[in-house]
């Protein structure tokens, strides 16, 4: 889908500039150490996206990658693009000033469970209703990591760790239905070790213009252990993960498959009991969200069957578009702003 | 036969009723076509926090007090000549503040049994000689207004409405104010709604008419122009000129302005204000709330913006981190902080000076930065070119601190000529700076201290910055012990050395042989300034300095403060000034303070200074 105006692959990227170099992804090697546990799922995410980035096809100088506070927070250190590691919670507000100020950025906002969901759960939802153009990545390791092993906002219910020996008593959030009720233009989920489906859903994420929040499961090997064994091991998963297709009918294994039930949920059922055009065929272009959130539901009972992929992109205008439109259309009516006029205004007197 | 015409030097009106009775309007009004006409002015609009607090009651009551004189003035005027009350709430709240011998028009009409219990008077005060010592004119005020719009097609309710028009129109006879520019603004604000337009019109002429028909009103007043410096005027409140020196930097450095705020009070109307001015390219940005507004202007900055947010107390104290950050990432940006009473919600809509030790030392760790004041409404335009003039040579976030008083209050600004405006250039890194062509992003302009602006799309530049401390030089994460003091001490001295670079402190001092010297910082310039003035009045000796920066103060106030026996330091907080200079300079100055949520008055403050020197002889 090749933009007429400057050739851009990527439709969120039209108004950034094409590069003439091609990069490898050495180039998004920054030169620092990366310093987080072994075995983290970090790892294999920044090795995805760093494999990911020359594909833009935009100069590096202008990729921007914006965190919060957490383990995952330390992403933009080890890429060579310009970086922010912010403070708690804010990235999503941060990024949105620097997007709305300049759209020949590609700006990336790297956030985990607790930072996006906890701490900045209103600066979240409030890029995503605005579809500001940036690209949300969230780590969902479902604890707390870099304060040693607290229960996250998407911690089970009943989660024993430092800060709940007798069981967390909060209800999860569902990321996904979180994003899709705050009117979120791309929801998508993947996992940390599929890389090939991690990149897809990179892509689809930089082609959507506006907010694309995707959501990765990732292993914390020191504090939640194999969290997502269920959707990573082959002979789990092959049972479990609902992969999203536009356009695909909605098929877990080759067994069971998705029909719609009442009152506009989704229900799961066996294929023996149904035939294969009765299932529900994916349509990530919906404009109406009702649909993507009935697919979000289908996370519980949890990893019974997970959807994975996209589960919304639809288009919408962007926030800095329509920003810039009410300047350039102020502009048109009032012509350029002339200072001294400002400054006079209409009530003055002279002495002499 | 012609009406006796009195000449007067100054007069101070109030003019006071319900907040739904338009007595701001009113007094804006009132206060344009003193302007208009030449006058020096300064305002003080009043009004409660509620939006229509209850009908008649003493919560609800609002003001405008305007004092306006043939010579030049700098405050609002400590107690009103004349004070027009629109019903008796009014007449209660203001009454205690009127000099005996003041005149009081007051609103007959609204004096009725049940709005004189509503606020506590058993008998009315119109007849039982409890005003004895005031000129009253009572006046029908709407009762006539009603009447004299009785052939037009609106409203009873309408028509009442009206009578503040009449309540202009009556004091612009009064005190011979051109009318032009009032039955221009009724055009063009009910532009939309023409039996409205006229019947505001008609109201208007008809207050006139009254005040030059009727016996009660005898005599007219007239208040010669002032001599002010040569130029063109404009009126000014000091949340415009902030406004409008933000645009001015935008236009001056050259830097796109990116508002970023969430609206609270007295900070709003600056982000209202900014929101109309589009075409000069100025994107403005209300978040979701105080952090997100913060965030997103440094975000801005990052990207090479200029990046400002506006609030008042309460706001500051939640974006407190996101301003650390701006420290630790050494980026240019502006924070308002149109000071209101505190803690906590305290009292929105009333002045106060209480935030000052928050904007120096409001900060987890050792984060300094520069903090500005404006000392009056219209050099909030000046004190906004300052404040991004520092923020961008020196890459640091700044404190502006104006006041709800500087805010709404008004006066008349002489409108600068563009070669006047200061020149600010900002140089954005474009090359490599490193000895083996690498970028290093905390490498220092060896005079300034500031680190390279590099900006997102500056291609060899790119570099990562965070809240997490950084190695000198190279911009890396370091936890190195040696590296964070020479940090801590780097981001100090960057700050200090701001002192070189910012107006020596200037002292008022006119015989030069003044043993006492008045200290004030911020909105209170103009009540001390006039203050000092009555003290001279009477042959006494005072100096008298204002400070606009208070970090880095002015490099010469050590010296100044040893060159006088006392030092007094008026604020309207506890003393947060005075414990500065104490802990900095270890001189024992002498606090005055009050926190009433209003201006000081220049009397009071006379008598302070008058009782130091005394002490002092």
């Known amino acids: ?251 877990i294994g080759e067994d069971r498959g998705v029909v719609f039930g009442e009152y506009g949920r989704l229900t799961v059922v066996d294929l023996a009991d149904v035939s294969e055009d009765q299932l529900v065929v994916h349509d990530a272009h919906r404009a109406d969200p009702s649909y993507a959130f009935a697919l979000a539901q289908l996370d519980e009972p949890a990893f019974e069957h997970v959807p994975i992929g996209v589960f919304r992109d639809v288009e919408a205008p962007t926030y800095e578009e329509a920003m810039a439109e009410q300047i350039e259309q102020a502009r048109a009516t009032q012509g350029e702003g002339d200072l001294m006029e400002l400054l006079a205004g209409s009530d003055t007197w002279t002495i002499k | 036969m012609p009406k006796e015409i009195q000449q007067l030097d100054r007069v101070i009106i109030r003019f006071a009723g319900d907040s739904g009775d338009g007595m701001q309007l009113t007094g804006d009004r009132f206060t344009q076509e003193t302007a208009s006409f030449g006058n020096d002015l300064s305002t003080l609009p009043n009004f409660p926090a509620e939006i229509r607090a209850p009908a008649g009651t003493l919560p609800g009551v609002s003001s405008f007090q305007l004092h306006f004189a043939d010579h030049d003035i700098m405050t609002p005027g400590d107690a009103p000549d004349v004070l027009v009350a629109m019903n008796p709430a009014a007449l209660k709240a203001n009454l205690e503040d009127l000099p005996k011998g003041a ?17 506590g008077y058993t008998t009315n005060p119109l007849e039982d000689g409890s005003l004895a010592d005031y000129k009253v004119s009572p006046v029908p005020l709407t009762s006539l207004t009603v009447k004299a719009l009785e052939s037009f097609d609106i409203s009873k309710k309408d028509a009442e409405r009206a009578k503040n028009m009449f309540a202009l129109g009556l004091l612009s006879w009064m005190y011979n104010r051109p009318t032009e520019g009032t039955l221009k603004f009724l055009q063009t604000k009910f532009a939309k709604k023409p039996e409205i337009m006229n019947a505001n019109i008609a109201a208007f002429k008809a207050g006139w008419n009254f005040g030059e028909t009727t016996e009660d009103f005898a005599v007219s007043y007239e208040v010669k122009p002032a001599a002010l410096p040569a130029g063109r005027y404009r009126n000014i409140t000091g949340n415009l000129a902030l406004s409008y020196g933000l645009i001015a930097a935008s ?53 090479g913006a200029l990046g400002v947010t506006t609030t008042s107390g309460p706001g500051m104290a939640l974006k407190a981190e996101t301003i650390g950050l701006a420290v630790m990432t050494e980026l240019p940006l502006v924070i308002i902080d149109v000071q209101r009473g505190g803690p906590s919600t305290g009292l929105p809509t009333k002045t106060e000076q209480a935030d000052l030790l928050m904007a120096m030392f409001g ?255």
């Open chain 1, 1 to 251: 889908m090749p933009s007429e105006k400057n050739g851009a692959v990527f439709r969120g990227l039209k108004l950034v500039p094409r590069s003439d170099t091609t990069y490898k992804m050495k180039d998004f090697k920054s030169d620092q150490e990366v310093r987080w546990c072994p075995g983290c799922g970090d790892y294999a995410i920044l090795s995805a996206f760093q494999g990911f980035l020359p594909e833009l096809g935009v100069p590096r100088e202008n990729i921007v990658v914006i965190s919060g506070i957490g383990c995952s927070s330390r992403f933009p250190y080890y890429l060579s693009t310009y970086g922010m590691h912010s403070i708690h919670g804010r990235a999503p507000a941060i990024a949105t000033g620097l997007a709305a100020s300049r759209s020949d950025l590609s700006v990336w906002v790297v956030t985990g469970d607790g930072d996006a969901l906890s701490i900045g759960g209103n600066h979240l939802i409030h890029a995503m209703r605005r579809n500001v153009n940036l690209n949300i990545l969230m780590f969902n390791n479902r604890i707390y990591g870099l304060t040693k092993g607290q229960y996250s906002p998407t911690s089970e219910a009943g989660k024993i760790t430092k800060s709940s020996p007798m069981g967390s008593l909060d209800n999860p959030f569902n990321p996904v239905a979180l994003a899709l009720g705050a009117g979120a233009t791309f929801v998508a989920r993947t996992v940390d070790s599929d890389r090939k489906h991690l990149t897809e859903v990179l892509r689809a994420a930089a082609d959507h213009p506006g907010t694309s929040f995707v959501e990765i499961y990732q292993n914390c090997p020191i504090f939640n252990d194999d969290a997502f064994a269920l959707v990573k091991e082959p002979g789990e998963r092959d049972n479990r993960v609902l992969r999203l297709e536009h356009g695909q009918p909605l098929k």
């Open chain 2, 103 to 119: 005149t009081i028009i007051v609103n007959t009409d609204e004096f009725t049994k049940r709005a004189l219990a509503k606020v």
């Open chain 2, 251 to 303: 236009k001056l450095s050259g830097l796109p302005l990116f508002l970023g705020s969430y609206p609270i009070t007295p900070a709003s109307d600056i982000l209202h204000e900014l929101s109309k001015h589009k075409r000069f390219g100025v994107r403005t940005f209300q978040a979701e709330d105080e952090i997100a507004g913060v965030g997103a202007a440094l975000g801005a900055s990052f990207g």
């Open chain 2, 363 to 617: 900060r987890n760790g050792e984060s300094p930065l520069p903090v500005l004041a404006p000392r009056s409404p219209s050099d909030c335009f000046a004190i906004a070119i300052e404040a991004v003039r520092i923020a961008t040579k020196y890459r640091t976030p700044v404190i502006v601190l104006s006041d709800g008083y500087l805010a709404n209050g008004s006066e008349p600004w002489r409108i600068p000529e563009l070669s006047e405006l200061p020149k600010l250039e900002v140089a954005f890194a474009r090359e490599p700076n490193g000895e083996n062509g690498e970028f290093l992003p905390y490498l220092r302009d060896p005079e300034t201290l500031a680190r390279p602006w590099a900006v997102p799309g500056t291609p060899g530049l790119e570099h990562r910055v965070g809240g997490i401390e950084k190695s000198d030089r190279t911009g890396e994460i370091s936890y190195a012990p040696a590296n964070h003091d020479l940090m801590v001490r780097t981001r100090q001295a960057k700050i200090d050395g701001i002192a070189r670079d910012i107006e020596p402190l200037e002292v008022d001092d006119p015989t030069g042989d003044a043993t006492v010297l008045a200290l004030g910082w911020g909105g209170t310039y103009g009540s001390i300034a006039t203050a000092v003035r009555q003290v001279r009045r009477t042959g006494a000796k005072i100096a008298h300095a204002h400070l606009r920066h208070l970090n880095p103060f002015p490099a010469n106030l050590g010296e100044v403060l040893k060159r006088y026996e006392r030092v007094v330091v008026p604020e309207i907080n506890m003393g947060q000034l005075a414990l500065l200079l104490r802990g900095r300079f270890l001189v024992d100055v002498i606090s005055y303070t009050k926190v009433r949520g209003l201006p000081f008055k220049s009397d009071e403050l006379a008598g302070v200074f008058q009782e130091v020197i005394d002490r002092a002889e």
